[in-house]
């Protein structure tokens, strides 16, 4: 699998906090219902959100189709590659 | 739970009222707002109710008002706004109020009929000075041209005017400068030509004293021999109601005339400035107070009004309304009814009483302004039934996530939550201004919808990693080690290099969101569309299944615990098994196939397309083999599906019969016990049963009475069950518009940025002024089209996925809303 577990790690707890610690957290009113609901429903639909787009990269079947002069570019600003734009 | 879980418990109470408290009280709970009285004198025309002549009292108080209302606003009177809402007066205030308002009527049309006597005067003095003007200047011209020398003294002209023209007369007269050709004419036919008219227009405009319109005037002289032209002349004159005066044909008199009429004139005009001024400050005075007897007669108006609703008590002692209360509200209306009771000093207090009924009660949502926003979008749709659950609780965060699927861009939802959070800052102020403007009120209504769908569309930009189409690199892209891999003969051959995942791609994927390095791959729609469809439809059908689960809670309120096993299951279950079975082929999908690994099988010629696999499974057909793949991605996977496959057709009939034959089986049931109960005693026993029947047609929201014919009962459930497997297909694939309307909005953002703001990329100094020009056109465009156009039409398609994706799987929605009398409401609907 080319999935770390950090990110997941990181982003369930996080979400698990907002969704599950946080609503008995939630001060008594006459809201409280409705503000625990809130928290839940957000919780659950950010994760997911998240988890497709990252389950949809983890195991990628096609690659990115990039024009040359832009690899080039990328190559000088983002990477260690001999190829410089000394041309 | 939260109170918005369901509709509020509503009681049904009876208020025994004593005559002296009602006033009083009814004032009090109009400014609550708690309590909706029902009419209990519907059979009684309005004229005949008890309190018809105070009704007419207020009306007749409005209609004063009005008039001065209406004559403050042509003298331009500025009506100042009232700080705060005045209580409804006591009978002591109204008779005062009364006699305040008749005795400035009085006034005001007092002077108003004054004043139009005036200015008709004015007029009349007016046009009389400027016909001795016009026609001074004939009679000299005349006098010039008859006369042998130019200068000849006034008194021997006379003199000369006698000689040859003894017989000839005239009249002059004013005349509306429209009419002035049609008169003309008509003279000239008339008098058979034998008449000379001559005409001079007046410039100064005249003001018509009843309608205020302002009239071009003309001045006209009509010359003619003999009595019987002039009896002639005199009736078309008034025909065309030109108004004659006379006019000395002695120049003498004429300046004399004209003295005594400028003089008069000078009076007049110093009257009507001092008539005006009176007026003026009449008005003054009573513009401060005119908001405030506004609303006091608009709130007794109320009051009488629904006084009108209440029954005579038996012994003819006391009032009787009946309404409905919120029970929560319960202990505030009594505590009203104590201290009005006391206060009024009556020897027996009114008390309430809570009375049981069948009545279908109304249904009350209990909001505040935050979540009055997404009550409105549900309700909009339907009331919901009493007691139902109540989808608006969810929509607060479902609505917002929904359209931010389909509008995820960061810089356009920063956009939009400045603009909600400006709205829902400054909220008192802008409340306060009371803008009219319709679009403005829609917006102000949904402000914190749009705050909460700003928020939401800044999380999704994030993970789409769109921000005005331009992606950002946080974290580092993943594929950084492919880019080093290049050569440079790599380059120098090919104008366009794809990256192969199996060999390219790090381990470890972009750890929020989307790889940057997709927006500058010419196929990166390709690589989003199969994230944003497969991310559609899991939303979809989690959104479903959430959507059949709240028909438990409803069927468990209302009773109908059999409807859980009979629909629910065979619903939740068909679901599930083919298009849950979906949604988990597409996590595996996720989860298994990728080009990393060494085994090609679960690479990428490998990987199945879902939606192909789906189709071969519900057909029973089996997949084409292609390339040396495997046919399934696992051993057990054709068996597993036909069973999904048969357990899921198999619920169809269950949907469609199940609930019939049930209340076959419970009719029967119940005729054998009565059948029973008949043998024993006959004539007792066959009242319950038609008290049941007139019950069960008084419930609209059962639906199902106990006496519906049976063939009704399997209609109504074939219909449904057609219309939810059906449904379930084509909702599932309605959540594509998820993934369309979210590929249309970045490639609009894309098309905005690529062609017009790309274009202001120049390296001289007139590049400038030209970006700033660029830009504009860019802003322009992004905030009408992007922001606008695209979120009213996100907003849209996510109203309808609520609507009919969402609610159609449980909503009942045949209540009606809960109108308390409020005074807070019948104002506002006032204005």
Redesign the interface.
Known sequence: ????Y??FI??TTLWAIVGIVLPFVVPKG?????????LM??AA??W???L?????????????????H???I??KE????P?TLAK | MGSMFRSEEMVLAQIFIQPEAAYPLMSELGALGIVQFRDLNKDVNSFQRKFAAEVIRCDDMERKLRYVEDEMQKDKVDIPDLEEQPKAPNPREIVDLEAHLKKTEKEIVEMSESSVKLKSNFLELIELKYVLEKTAIFFNERKKSVAESPRNDLVSEDATNQEGRSQLSFVAGVIGRKRMPAFEKMLWRVCRGNVLIKQVDIDETFEDPITGNEIYKTVFVAFFQGDQLKERVTKVCSGFRATLHPCPSNSNECQDMLKEVKINIEDLTLIMNKTQDHRQRVLNAVAKDMKDWNVKVCKMKAIYHTMNYFNKDVSKKCLIAEGWIPLNDVPQVQTTLTTISSSCGSSTPSFMNVIDTNDNPPTFNRTNKFTKGFQNLIDSYGMASYGEVNPALYTIITFPFLFAVMFGDVGHAIIMLIFGAYMCIYEKSLEAKKIKSEIWTIFFGGRYIILLMGLFSIYTGFIYNDIFSLSMNIFGTSWVDAVDRISLEDINKNNFIEFNPSVDSATVPYPFGLDPIWQMGKNKIIFLNTFKMKLSIIFGVLHMIFGVSMSVINYVRFNKKYSIVLEFLPQIVFLVALFGWMVVLMIIKFVWYGAQGTDYRVGTSCAPSILIMFINMMLFKEPTQHDNCDLYIFEFQPTLQMILVVVGVLCIPTMLLGKPIYIIIQRRRQQKQIQIKDNVNKTMEMQPEIIKETDANKQESDGHGDDEPLSEVFIYQAIHTIEYVLSTISHTASYLRLWALSLAHSQLSEVLWSRIMRISSMNSFVGAPFVFLIFGAWAFLTIAILVMMEGLSAFLHTLRLHWVEFMSKFFIGLGYAFEPYSFKRILSEDE
């Not at chain 1, 699998?1 to 770390?4: E, F, K, L, P, T």
């Open positions: 699998m080319g999935a770390s950090i990110p990181v982003f006459p809201n409280r219902g409705i503000i625990q609901v809130v429903l957000t639909t950010c997911l959100f998240w497709c787009c990252y389950m949809a990269q983890m195991n990628p079947l096609i690659g990115p189709k990039l024009d040359r832009t690899i080039m990328l190559a983002w990477g260690n590659s190829i």
